[in-house]
């Protein structure tokens, strides 16, 4: 069983920051992407950003500059810094995984979400 819990969501002013964390356990191989989508009341699921095992980060347009993925490989977590934020940013944020199990069959696990609600 994989498990994913994110944590480091809350009420923020607009222009502040916040930093989520997502940590990955259970029975696991190997972490092959982790990232972060997002879901506001009535909206579709959109991508924040991602990071590949390598560190490579991929972002969505409206965090481009703001918002900053990272990854401990050792800790199976994944980070997102996230500045300068504005009401647009309200939503929860979900964390997400593409992970290996034993014998290389690959599974996409996601988390609970964790609340981000920023006022103006």
């Known amino acids: 069983q994989v498990q994913l819990v994110e944590s480091g969501g809350g009420l923020v002013q607009a222009g502040g920051s916040l930093r989520l964390s997502c940590a990955a356990s259970?029975?696991?191989?190997?972490?092959?992407?982790m990232g972060w989508y997002r879901q506001a009341p009535g909206k579709q699921r959109e991508l924040v950003a991602d990071?590949?095992?390598?560190?490579?980060?991929n972002y969505g347009d409206s965090v481009k500059g703001r918002f900053t993925i990272s990854r401990d490989n050792a800790k199976k977590t994944v980070y997102l810094q996230m500045n300068n934020l504005t009401p647009e940013d309200t939503a929860v944020y979900y964390c997400?995984?593409?992970?290996?199990?034993?014998?290389?069959?690959?599974?996409?696990?996601w988390g609970q979400g964790t609340q981000v609600t920023v006022s103006s």
């Open positions: 997400n995984a593409r992970i290996t199990d034993w014998i290389g069959v690959a599974s996409n696990y």
């Open positions: 990071i590949t095992s390598g560190g490579s980060g």
């Open positions: 259970g029975s696991i191989s190997s972490i092959i992407t």
